[in-house]
């Protein structure tokens, strides 16, 4: 916005090369910035999925899920079992 701002109050200065020099200088320091704002929000993350792979949840929700899926195994086993008995009779 101050760049936005500056180029339509002093048109004229935009050609002038200590300003172009100038605006190189705070492009150069917004980069620098954002680039800060990446790294600590990349390093939050991290720290974020490492507490939540260690935190025991996910162990947790997987063994559910195997041992659901093996009491389905069990379940259709079962069925098939009675399903052949009742055939054979």
Same mark, same amino acid.
């Given at each position: &916005? ?24 705070? +492009? ?5 910035? %954002? ?8 390093? $939050?993350? %991290?720290?974020?999925?490492? $507490? ?5 949840? =996910?162990? #947790? $929700?997987?063994?559910? %899920?195997?041992?659901? &899926?093996? =009491?389905?195994?069990?379940? $259709?086993?079962?069925?098939? +079992?009675? +399903?052949? #008995?009742? =055939?054979?009779?």
């Amino acid at each position: &916005m101050s760049f936005n701002k500056f180029s339509s109050e002093f048109p004229d200065l935009r050609a002038d090369d200590q300003t172009k020099e100038e605006l190189k200088i705070r +492009v150069q320091k917004l980069s620098n910035d %954002l680039w800060e704002i990446i790294d600590a929000r990349k390093n $939050e993350s %991290l720290a974020k999925i490492a $507490e939540m792979t260690s935190g025991g949840w =996910s162990d #947790h $929700e997987m063994r559910n %899920l195997v041992r659901n &899926m093996a =009491s389905l195994m069990e379940i $259709e086993i079962s069925k098939f +079992v009675c +399903v052949h #008995h009742i =055939s054979i009779f």
